[in-house]
């Protein structure tokens, strides 16, 4: 079974730090693209990070540039975001996701075959 398992979410304070992991079954984890989608309650899934194979090339939206981190452990086959200087607006919900090649440049929702789940961001 393709599995994509987030965790790490929870409530944080402004200006502090969380770490998301998504725990990825073998297949998923070695497809060409991973990454991380929010969802705001209202507001349309927005790409936040990508990272392709090997971990040597990321993107990041505007809205998390300089404050969230993405890579990859791939002894452990997992994907990490490293979130500082939370805001409220960063409160949603976390996907990991997965995709093939040519999915990580443009952080298009449509173009990644596997989501997890999601794990909940509260930042007050």
């Known amino acids: 079974q393709v599995q994509l398992v987030e965790s790490g979410g929870g409530s944080v304070q402004a200006g502090g730090s969380l770490t998301l992991s998504c725990a990825a079954g073998r297949y998923t984890y070695k497809r060409n693209c991973m990454g991380w989608f929010r969802q705001r309650p209202g507001k349309d899934r927005e790409g936040l990070a990508t990272?392709?194979?090997?971990?040597?090339?990321?993107t990041y939206a505007d809205s998390v540039k300089g404050r969230f981190a993405i890579s990859r452990d791939d002894a452990k086959n997992t994907l990490t975001l490293q979130m500082a200087n939370l805001r409220p607006e960063d409160g949603a919900m976390y996907y990991c996701?997965?995709?093939?090649?040519?999915?990580?440049?443009?952080?298009?929702?449509?173009?990644?075959?596997?989501w997890g789940q999601g794990t909940q961001v509260t930042v007050s």
């Open positions: 996701v997965a995709g093939g090649l040519g999915t990580c440049l443009f952080r298009r929702p449509t173009d990644f075959t596997y």
């Open positions: 990272l392709w194979i090997g971990g040597a090339t990321t």
